[in-house]
């Protein structure tokens, strides 16, 4: 009698009515169009329980509750990033973020105050996400301006994945010009009269992954130091899940990183991710069979299988990719004209390694940005589609800039999906100086991809294509202008708000197989929402790239606040190592 009894208060206790959280007098954009707006919800282990006014909301408060002032603020679905780059930038703490920052002058500044705390042995870095577009001066800094910011460490600028500034102890650290330093494909030094390097580089992505491994390399603690800031940058901008499309680390080591981080219960940010297995540089390697490989002997793991349950999708394994076979990889560079692939290579990596992964129903991605290379690829995935029929399997293409009208319809045909990135937005200029203007107006076919009813989301690509900011892409879908102010896409190419709104928050569900309970602020959805510090929806466009979050909520609980909810935000420990530049500067410019 007495274990009955407390089997049933057990289970009353386990079943007490009320929320664990209340936000009320909000103007929340559901996304939901059986009910599009409310002013309040509840949240109840993890997930939204309830929608609607203050009065039925208040109404669920008990004495636990804990009840947030949405201050008529207006408050959206979590941002989903459904391509991003966290575990490749496992040196972030370590780089200078020029992301946002106005002018060159000040981002010389920055160089040169972080030059003079940087230690002996140790580099002065700034490793994408930034362009020279978003400046007031419009151009790149000069060798002599970086040689005089930074003229006793070694210095590399990196531009993206397309080019790279070195100043002179930087060239003799690394050997450039000798035999010290190796040979890379597709890499190009610049060179002055006398044939020596001026310490320009022109490259590709893999010339910049090989730098990477050049310069200094962080301690454990440093990588979960840099995991953290980075994933508290994604927050302040609103952003709640990601998916991490590979990293020069692979499967399982970049893993572990994140493995640390979810047993101290400090993951602040959903995390899928694909694995993507470039071997050690020592020889060739078949990718895919690196994969399976690693997936199957090294660290047995199935798609789908979360590896920190204690979180809905907390570190889910999504499958292969975005590079299925680094021969195929069209890259991005929009300074060059496009890269076409050997259209049986296409057919081989079809042929060959997808059918691998299609007959163990493996998801997968591949990156091919160029409609040229769409198009041989669509080719043999529709043969081998006749032979083994994807039949419901999740695949995309990632990037896909200038894919046709025709092509659209052949990957909504065979099931697929396109995740965009809004690359456009930071360096579209120079596409319109390689491709014309024409062409960028209609790059992506955002209108005609919408409205086709594709699978499809925008993300970043960042932290080294792109800035993580993705307010920068909205700002793009809406007002066809990029960082520059100039005109980037045609007045019919353009989103409304609640368009460009959706490819970064249900839209972009679908890539981590979780439309059903994420994207929306509806009841059974994962409780993961942001209130902005100013109303998307009614201020001028132009402000529109400077929106940011006062409080980003993550499976029920506070991850980011500021502002009015500065109190409620969770305290960061300090940067390792004392001299990192995200101490100083912040993640983001105008943090610090």
């Given at each position: 009698m007495v274990l009955s009894l407390s089997a049933s208060h057990a289970q009353t206790k386990q079943d007490d009515p009320g929320a664990d959280l209340i936000v009320f007098n909000a103007k929340i954009s559901t996304g939901n169009r059986g009910q599009p707006e409310a002013s309040a919800l509840a949240v109840k282990k993890g997930r939204i329980y309830s929608v609607g006014s203050n009065a039925e909301i208040l109404g669920l408060k008990n004495s636990e509750t804990k009840v947030i002032d949405g201050r008529s603020r207006r408050l959206i679905p979590g941002i989903i990033d459904a391509h991003i780059h966290v575990l490749n930038d496992s040196g972030y703490i370590y780089n200078i973020r020029w992301d946002g920052v106005p002018t060159l002058k000040r981002a010389l500044a920055m160089l040169s105050e972080q030059a003079a705390r940087t230690p002996k042995g140790q580099w002065v870095k700034v490793i994408g996400g930034w362009s020279p577009y978003q400046f007031e001066e419009n151009r790149f800094p000069t060798l002599e301006e970086l040689g005089k910011a930074v003229s006793d460490r070694p210095l590399i600028v990196q531009y993206a994945y397309n080019r790279a500034f070195l100043n002179k102890q930087a060239i003799e650290t690394l050997g450039v010009s000798t035999d010290r330093f190796p040979r890379l494909p597709d890499t190009e030094f610049e060179k002055d009269s006398n044939s020596r390097p001026t310490g320009v580089v022109y490259g590709n992505t893999w010339t910049f992954v090989a730098l990477e491994t050049m310069v200094p390399q962080l301690t454990p603690d440093e990588e979960v130091s840099s995991l953290v800031y980075s994933i508290h940058g994604l927050n302040r901008f609103g952003v709640t899940s990601i998916v991490d499309n590979g990293s020069r680390w692979g499967y399982p080591r970049a893993a572990e990183i994140v493995d640390r981080l979810a047993r101290e219960h400090r993951l602040n940010v959903r995390m899928p991710f694909v694995v993507l297995q470039l071997g050690d540089g020592s020889h060739p390697v078949n990718m895919v069979d690196a994969q399976l490989d690693a997936i199957t002997k090294t660290a047995p793991i199935s798609p789908g299988q979360n590896l920190y349950p204690a979180l809905a999708h907390g570190h889910e394994y999504r499958g292969a990719g975005e590079v299925l076979q680094a021969e195929v990889h069209d890259h991005e560079n929009f300074d060059r004209p496009a890269i076409v692939v050997d259209p049986e290579k296409m057919r081989r990596l079809v042929e060959q390694d997808v059918r691998k992964l299609v007959e163990r129903r493996m998801p997968f991605r591949e990156h091919i940005s160029y409609n040229e290379n769409i198009t041989p690829f669509l080719d043999a995935l529709e043969k081998l589609n006749e032979e083994i029929p994807l039949d419901g399997l999740r695949w995309s293409i990632e990037h896909a800039e200038t894919i046709s009208p025709e092509n659209i319809e052949r990957v909504k045909k065979l099931g697929g999906g396109i995740a965009l990135d809004h690359k456009m937005a930071l360096h579209g200029d120079a596409f319109i100086q390689s491709h014309g203007r024409e062409v960028a107006l209609q790059t992506p076919r955002l209108r005609m991809l919408v409205d086709s009813g594709i699978p499809l989301a925008m993300s970043t690509d960042a932290f080294r294509a792109a800035s993580f900011n993705p307010w920068i892409g909205i700002s793009w879908m809406v007002t066809g202008k990029s960082v520059s102010g100039s005109e980037i896409l045609a007045k019919d190419n353009r989103l409304s708000r609640a368009e460009a709104?959706?490819?970064?928050?249900?839209?972009?569900?679908?890539?981590?197989?979780?439309?059903?309970?994420?994207?929306?602020?509806?009841?059974?959805?994962?409780?993961?929402?942001?209130?902005?510090?100013?109303?998307?929806?009614?201020?001028?466009?132009?402000?529109?790239?400077?929106?940011?979050?006062?409080?980003?909520?993550?499976?029920?609980?506070?991850?980011?606040?500021?502002?009015?909810?500065?109190?409620?935000?969770?305290?960061?420990?300090?940067?390792?190592?004392?001299?990192?530049?995200?101490?100083?500067?912040?993640?983001?410019?105008?943090?610090?």
């Open positions: 709104l959706k490819l970064f928050t249900n839209g972009a569900a679908w890539f981590m197989n979780t439309e059903s309970e994420m994207g929306l602020i509806a009841p059974g959805n994962l409780a993961d929402f942001v209130i902005l510090d100013r109303d998307y929806f009614s201020v001028p466009e132009d402000q529109i790239k400077s929106v940011s979050s006062v409080l980003t909520i993550m499976d029920g609980r506070v991850v980011f606040g500021k502002q009015d909810y500065s109190a409620l935000s969770p305290k960061l420990p300090a940067a390792l190592p004392s001299w990192s530049p995200v101490k100083y500067f912040g993640t983001y410019y105008g943090e610090n």
